[in-house]
């Protein structure tokens, strides 16, 4: 019996660990021939003429270009802006041209060189800085409260700038897909990698001017997908498809490592201007705040991400008076897209930084400021959302000072720098508090409404089916486990249905923390349906298994239930008032590094996360899922980047990508804290992305405690600090709307 | 040209180009799919094989080279002696996505071969190879040196 707050072994675990589970590139269909993709060179370019020379290329190889799709360039996601193929213009370097297929992996790649392209290179925008000029991707802000006379009434005003890089998921799966047309038929069949097996149904009818039955998604096993595999695999399963119509062949597109961090979306770069004025104990009166993130050439889901950047600019703390502004800008660059804290991470960095900065003015540490400032249950967030009783980040930041004995340590630290001799290495401590609002924002879960079937198989099992792909993160265990739980059952009475369009319900794509809390609590409700039925025809004695066999061969039973938004979460998207998220997950970090004062090589040590998740399912994967985070953090904080030179990324595969190896990371230590959320199942919250938001500012004060720089831009590279400690620093700007 | 080595303990012979990667032709020609591709360039490890009991990445080895010599793939070495281990992988939350593990389950069996209870230093050097971007490594450092699942 696997209980609640058990652990068991996960169900894929073996398969996995000796090889036999089966990805994308591990799967061959009869006849399969291999897809390839012409990229563009050029980050802005008329394509002048395409050509293709059939004399070129290997015998049989089919093209396609732009003249052959059968419905809309665009593919579906919350518009079609995003184009299939280039038409008449790239937009930037690596964007899709024209596909080919061939035989053989080698031959699809010497096929390329079959096209000819003439492009006129047009002037590019390439930076934040000229995107300004252009009308941005969408742009979006909130008020709330007096924010003028609260900056009058304050005692000190402080201003601050805080700028974030590129991201690369780099999930060690890459990017995969295999697509098919069935003869009788002519369906279209998609399998691959992915989070969002309807996101990519939607793309494909849409594309394929197709009714919906016509079209069927499955999930194979997928090796990661931090975001990275919400929207691509949409664009990635029309390419295959468009092959495999033109060649009547299924055909498998893989990318390697290089085609994937080129031709894919990345977390964006943002840069946050905060104007905040305080009281003479440090209490936030008003707060100002501009976003800029870097879009791209395309929209993507940007929106989403800027809007769940506003709704945490502010972090978990009280504020009356807010304002907040964001834009995405427009540049001639790859898409930036999802990426595991979908805007929140930047943000929390640039906020909490500005405590940091509020605190130093002040005379206080970084944990009596925060102390000072901390929201509580009841309290009011600048949307107006009152704050639920399992509000927890007063109690992770005590939990971390008592776990760590920040307060002391860091005065030490403090201390101890003034002394410190030359060439000796420097320790600093950090702490970083933050949230993370679980499912979609606003009245998004409203909408998506997330239908789950549980129905009795022949054997009496209940199977369980939902859209939701098990990318590593576990929900193909934790939905088992929740759902014996439910039924008061053995696991082995339960079956989880593979994601596949034609068997499951669309119960929504995995992302946004939302699988177990959102789509596992209507899981919940509709087991319970099943076992009631089972537990009424029941006789004395009878096995669950043997009664609910006895009622599935009465006929079927199968029930459905949708996902019922607590009362209170209403939220008006005009106005940003209301209850952005059902809850929120809270987390306190406290980092400890050690920086090198020659190199100004930061190696962390030690990372303390300390998160309150309303209550761990599955403790083991939960705090895999803080771990693994954490790290993200941290490579994010300290190591990865990605220069560009004319558009190009320069750091284009992994040996200029550079992640955290096992030598580069620092001890993790998790602490789940659960105090249970009415709203989630057995009481749990979604813990995801939470651990994304924690870890970089908590590096980044650790720097700061142990050079006395003050750096406010990931990742903090030796070089950026060396610039930071050579430049005196500069007056900080206010935010750009007060530049005039 | 043709090759003739063993695999898995079984001899082989392939036919291919000299050049080509052991790793296409473990996967394609002896559909041996448990290794997999991560990067293709020797930066990740998830690729990892034993060539005559050495770890080695196979997208850096050619066919040639294998001439006369004894590969062992994950499907080898999870059947083998260290099933506990595997057991610890998966209880300890060393493995999540599972696209790196084959490659880590490889190297870290070599391991234990070498030093049956290694600390976490000599774990972290071992690993050095092997890129992990789903669990932090704290789960798959568990499972190594035998430390409490959680």
Known sequence: ?740 | MSTDFAVNGRAVTVDGHPMERLLDVLRGTLELTGTKEGCGEGECGACTVLLDGEPVLSCLVPLFQCAGRKVETVEEIAAGPHRDLLERFVAAGGVQCGACTPGIVVTACALLDENPSPDRDEARRALAGNLCRCTGYEGILRALCGEPAR
Request: glycine letters at 10%.
């Open chain 1, 1 to 740: 019996m696997n209980g609640i707050g058990d652990s068991p072994p996960r169900p894929d675990g073996m398969a996995k660990v000796s090889g036999a589970a089966r990805y994308a590139d591990d799967i061959a269909l009869p006849g399969e021939w291999f897809g390839a993709t012409l990229r563009s060179p050029h980050a802005h370019a008329r394509i002048r003429s395409l050509r293709w020379h059939p004399e070129r290329a290997p015998a049989g190889t089919v093209c396609v270009t732009v003249a052959d799709l059968p419905g809309p360039n665009g593919v579906q996601l919350l518009d079609d802006s995003w184009p299939i193929l280039a038409d008449g213009v790239v937009r930037h370097v690596a964007e899709p041209v024209a596909l080919v297929a061939a035989p053989t992996r080698l031959a699809a790649r010497q096929a390329l060189a079959a096209f000819e392209v003439d492009y006129e290179p047009l002037a590019p925008v390439l930076t934040m800085e000229e995107a300004e000029a252009f009308p941005p991707l969408y742009e979006l802000g909130m008020e709330s409260g007096d924010f003028e006379a609260a900056l009058a009434a304050s005692h000190t005003v402080i201003v601050g700038e805080a700028r974030t890089g590129y991201q690369e998921h780099i999930y060690i799966e890459c990017q995969g897909m295999t697509a098919w047309i069935d003869e009788a038929t002519g369906t279209v069949h998609a399998l691959g990698s992915m989070q969002c097996p309807y996101y990519v149904h939607k793309a494909l009818v849409h594309a394929f001017d197709l009714p919906d039955e016509r079209v069927r998604v499955r999930a194979s096993a997928v090796g990661g997908g931090f975001g990275g595999k919400e929207d691509f695999p949409s664009a990635l399963a029309i390419h295959a498809a468009l092959l495999a119509r033109a060649s009547d062949r299924p055909v498998k597109m893989i990318y390697d490592r290089h085609e994937d961090i080129v031709g894919t979306s990345k977390r964006h770069p943002a840069v946050i201007r905060t104007w905040t004025g305080v009281d003479a104990e440090g209490r936030l009166l008003a707060l100002d705040i501009e976003i800029r993130m870097d879009g791209g050439a395309y929209a993507t889901l940007s929106p989403v991400v800027l809007s769940r950047a506003i709704l945490h600019s502010f972090g978990p703390y009280r504020c009356g008076a807010v304002r907040i502004r964001g834009k995405v800008l427009r540049t001639h660059t790859a898409p930036n897209s999802a990426f595991r804290g979908f805007g929140a991470p930047q943000v929390q960095l640039a906020m909490e930084r500005q405590m940091d900065r509020i605190g130093r003015a002040l005379g206080l540490d970084p944990y009596e400021i925060r102390s000072r400032n901390v929201v509580e249950p009841g309290d009011k967030l600048p949307t107006g959302q009152v704050l639920d009783a399992s509000t927890s980040a007063r109690l992770c930041l005590e939990e971390a000072e008592r776990r760590t004995g920040f307060r002391a340590r860091w005065r030490e630290l403090e201390a101890a720098r003034a002394q410190a001799k030359d060439g000796e290495l420097q320790r600093g401590i950090g702490l970083a508090l933050y949230f993370h609002g679980a499912g979609f924002t606003g009245n998004g879960e409203r909408r998506m409404r997330s239908p789950v079937t549980a129905r009795l198989l022949d054997d009496g099992r209940i199977e369980i089916a939902t859209a939701m792909t098990d990318m590593g993160q576990g929900c193909a265990a934790i939905f088992p486990q929740m759902a014996a739980a439910a039924a008061g059952v053995g696991a082995e009475d339960l079956v989880f249905a593979e994601p596949d369009t034609a068997e499951v319900p669309d119960s929504g794509p995995t992302v946004a923390s939302r699988t177990t809390m959102i789509v596992g609590g209507v899981l919940v409700r509709a087991v319970e349906q099943i076992r009631d039925r089972v537990l009424a025809v029941a006789t004395a004695g009878e096995s669950f298994r043997d009664a609910a066999r006895r009622l599935r061969a009465a006929g079927p039973v199968e029930v459905t239930c949708y996902h019922e938004p607590l009362e209170h979460q209403t939220f008006d998207e005009s106005t940003y008032r209301g209850a952005a998220y059902p809850t929120y997950a809270w987390g306190a970090d406290v980092a400890e590094v050690e920086v090198d004062p020659d190199t100004l090589a930061v190696r962390p040590l030690r990372v303390t996360a300390v998160c309150e998740v309303g209550r761990a399912i599955h403790p083991t994967l939960c705090a895999g899922q803080i771990e693994g985070g954490t790290l993200q953090a941290v490579g994010w904080a300290l190591l990865e980047e990605i220069k560009l030179q004319d558009g190009r990324y320069l750091n284009d595969r992994l040996a200029t990508y550079i992640i955290p190896t096992i030598r580069d990371s620092p001890r993790i230590d998790v602490h789940l804290l659960e105090r249970g959320w009415e709203g989630g199942p057995f009481g749990a919250k979604g813990v995801g992305e939470l651990p994304m938001d924690g870890g970089a500012p908590a590096i980044l004060q650790a720097i700061e405690n142990a050079t006395g720089l003050v750096p406010a831009e990931v990742p903090a590279t030796p070089e950026r600090l060396l610039a930071l400690a050579l430049t005196p620093s500069p007056a900080p700007s206010p935010p750009w709307s007060h530049l005039s």
